[in-house]
């Protein structure tokens, strides 16, 4: 990871119910958790919630976390995929129930439908992986995680997660490929 600090000394105290240890460490990751979470709910309100259900986690389950590579990152940003899951699994149930209910159409907010097309097909992809592909897709492909530390906060062997990680590329490229038009149209070539 990006030049961190050793989070062992202040994990080492918060294990033992220093408060001012965990509320450092909050104070630490919570932008990078924070920011994550919102790319992946894209939603202000629900990204803070589920940052918040993540340092909630962290600290009720602080006895049995094990730091990766001396900071706590890889696991709250699993646990961030995990609860961004779950709260997307709840508001499809809630979200089906809102469109049983008759409603009027004409207030519909115009959008770019094009983005709108890309940015859902990509979150569809997204939610068609396990929660543990889910955590090393972002883990690698975003939050710029080497994969073996990746593979740590997942349960996962390296050469497991390389598998996993070309399966989920190439998927992502046979989904997406038509998102790209510019690329998939130039001649041969040239790029």
């Known amino acids: 990871m990006k030049d961190e600090q050793d989070d062992s000394p202040l994990w080492t105290r918060a294990v033992h119910d220093d408060g001012a240890a965990f509320a450092a460490l909050f104070d630490r990751h919570r932008p990078r958790i924070y920011r994550r979470t919102l790319t992946l709910t894209a939603n202000v309100h629900d990204a803070e919630d589920i940052t918040a259900a993540a340092f909630y986690e962290l600290w009720r389950k602080r006895k049995s976390v094990t730091l990766v590579a001396g900071s706590v ?68 492909g975003v939050e710029a995680v080497p994969v073996w530390q990746a593979a740590q ?15 989920m590329r190439q998927r992502l490229q046979r989904d997406l490929h038509d998102l790209r038009p510019s690329v998939r149209n130039a001649p041969e070539g040239t790029s």
């Not at 906060?153 to 399966?167: C, D, K, S």
């Open 73 to 140: 990152a890889p696991w709250l940003l699993v646990t961030t995929v995990n609860l961004t899951q779950n709260h997307r699994r709840a508001a499809a149930r809630y979200r089906k129930l809102l469109d049983a209910l008759p409603r009027d159409e004409s207030h519909a907010p115009a959008t770019d439908a094009e983005d709108l097309e890309a940015r859902e097909r990509l979150r569809a992809t997204i939610r068609g992986l396990s929660p543990q592909d889910a955590a090393l897709l972002v883990l690698t």
């Open 153 to 167: 906060a997942v349960g996962l062997e390296p050469p497991a997660a390389r598998v996993r990680l070309h399966r």
